[in-house]
């Protein structure tokens, strides 16, 4: 079986691929308008194959994005389009081309949408692939770094770790779909290179960190790349020494236990994913079940979770409730198309007037609670009521039900305006998760898949760091503080979370160990002083060159 995970270090050295191959459109041979009919007929059930045969791969991150993929390919008003221009003379490829960008307003939900702009390009560019001849899925002899204009999700759950040593994207965001999934299976990825990486051709030899200071090159010279090569040699050996001990718990030198939770996408990574000595598990229920065409009942979700607990030696487990809508899409729930998808009905706030799902799910979690420990998280809540009334759901479920005896709930604080008020949202929480990844774009209005914004949407941004100090300072006390999203998977950034008052972390599984290694080497009185000096930064630069230099 093929390895499923990469490094997880955040740093890669190899040649360049240059990944996504032209499409040949001008040698394509048109026939007459039947031939064209038959032709892109025969091409969509192709693509819907291999878009179902991709959405139940073994690594199923991205179950939801090929649903989503799929909806679109089948859509009438796209295909109807196309079938009219073939008959007005067009050959399908141009008639195919020209009825996506016709409706890519309403395909994307909006036309500078980015994180709906991958689903319009990638349903667009596999049909024009296949009715070219041209191969859908990114395939290598020989190990290399991908270079790619954005990391589609396609591709990135479909990458060999043995042979994609890591990826460098042109455009996109920092924490878009695709670059998700590929750091989540430890594929080190360098997103948004824009002009950094401009003029790069096949062979040419790439290496960079993303961690920390980020640096890319190009081409680099003897010194330079001995440099990188120093860099890779020494994250390698820590790591192996990391692994050695990530079973055990993580304490700082001065006694303070944390705990490292890792978040899994998917059940089929579950098993490989135990050997890196997570505490406990945070699942997002939206992608782990995104695949399903219908909503899964509340026995189908007990058993995912019960199966999952087994794996995972019954640790905890942090059941996400559902956080449909923003950028993801579920076959099962359609939602109506919006001007601004990530300022709209996202999280909790699509059940307010029609709860059914969220209360089968409180239910499969109350049930399959009873056998092992599970903790229910609200994410997206805005107000004090919302929490409220979410927790007026578990109650009901539970008094029909019963409670589990060490039930825990909590909720995400991603939202500024849950920030600023965290004593009142926490009155009736056992614990709250700091979503750094959208506490960072409502903080800097920066969208997160957005390339040209990717240095504003900084998570080390201090004004969000004072959000996180605010929320560690104002919850009440019985409270525990968590963290989820990308930030925490850099080690370093992990240990200025608990120096904000963070108790808990949840990096990507494969950033486990090193994170647990880290927190061992500083005191939390250390940790505390570098976060009061962090706040006291004028930008996420200075931040990072603060830490940067702390953990040298
Ligand atoms: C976050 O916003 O940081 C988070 C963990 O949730 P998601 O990335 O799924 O929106
Ligand atoms: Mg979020």
Redesign the pocket.
């Known amino acids: 079986m093929k390895a499923r995970q990469g490094s997880g270090l955040g740093v890669a050295i190899g040649p360049a691929i240059i990944a996504k191959p032209d499409l040949h459109l001008n040698a394509y041979a048109p026939g007459d308008p039947a031939k064209e009919r038959r032709r892109l007929d025969k091409t969509l059930a192709k693509a819907e194959k291999q878009l179902r045969k991709l959405a139940a791969k073994p690594i199923r991150a991205n179950a939801a994005i090929f649903g989503a993929q799929r909806e679109l390919l089948l859509d009438a008003r796209v295909t109807d389009e196309a079938y009219r221009l073939i008959d007005a003379g067009d050959p399908a490829t141009g008639a195919w081309t020209a009825a996506v960008e016709r409706h890519r307003p309403w395909l994307q939900g909006l036309p500078d949408a980015p994180g709906q702009l991958e689903l319009a390009d990638s349903v667009e560019h596999r049909v024009l692939a296949l009715l070219t001849g041209t191969p859908t899925e990114f395939e290598t002899e020989e190990p290399g770094i991908l270079v790619v204009p954005v990391l589609d999700p396609g591709m990135a759950v479909t990458l060999d770790p043995t042979q994609v040593l890591g990826v460098v994207t042109i455009g996109g965001g920092a924490?878009g779909h695709g670059v998700?999934i590929a750091r989540s299976r430890g594929i080190p990825i360098f997103p948004a290179a824009g002009h950094l990486a401009a003029g790069v051709e096949n062979g040419d030899t790439i290496a960079f960190v993303a961690r920390g200071d980020r640096r890319i090159a190009v081409k680099p010279d003897p010194d330079e790349l001995a440099e990188f090569e120093q860099i890779l040699h020494d994250l390698t050996v820590l790591q192996a020494e990391a692994q050695a001990h990530a079973h055990e718990p993580a304490y700082t030198s001065d006694g303070t236990h944390i705990e490292v939770y890792a978040n899994v996408l998917a059940e089929a990574d579950a098993e490989e994913m135990v050997g890196l000595g997570a505490d406990g598990w945070v699942i997002?229920t939206e992608i782990l079940f995104g695949g399903s065409p219908h909503p899964p009942t509340v026995e189908e979700q007990e058993q995912a979770f019960l199966r999952l607990s087994r794996t995972f030696g019954g640790k905890r487990m942090i059941v996400r409730t559902w956080?449909i809508g923003g950028d993801k899409t579920v076959p099962f729930l359609p939602l109506d198309v919006e001007e601004n998808p990530f300022l709209g009905v996202r999280g909790l706030r699509v059940f307010r007037n029609r709860p059914e799902l969220l209360i089968d799910q409180i239910e499969a979690v109350c049930r399959a609670g009873r056998l092992t420990p599970l903790s229910l998280m609200f994410?997206m809540v805005t107000t004090v009521e919302e929490i409220d009334w979410a927790l007026g759901l578990v109650d009901d479920v539970t008094a029909r039900v019963g409670r589990p005896d060490d039930l825990q709930v909590g909720m995400?604080i991603?939202i500024p305006a849950a920030a600023l008020r965290a004593r009142l949202m926490t009155q009736r929480l056992d614990f709250v998760s700091i979503?750094?990844?959208?506490?960072t774009q409502y903080t800097t209005a920066a969208e997160r898949g957005n390339a040209a914004l990717h240095v504003l949407a900084d998570p080390l941004d201090p004004a969000v760091l004072r959000l996180i100090r605010l929320v560690a300072d104002e919850s009440r006390p019985e409270t525990l503080i968590a963290v989820?999203?990308d930030a925490n998977t850099d080690p370093d950034v992990a240990a200025l979370l608990v120096g904000l008052g963070v108790r808990e972390l949840t990096p990507g599984a494969p950033a486990v160990p090193m994170v647990k290694a880290r927190l061992r080497t500083s005191s939390l009185s250390e940790l505390t002083e570098l976060a009061q000096r962090a706040l006291a930064c004028s930008s996420g630069a200075e931040v990072r060159e603060l830490i940067r230099s702390r953990f040298r």
């Open positions: 924490t998700i997002r956080d994410p995400m991603e979503g750094t990844n959208d506490l989820c999203g």
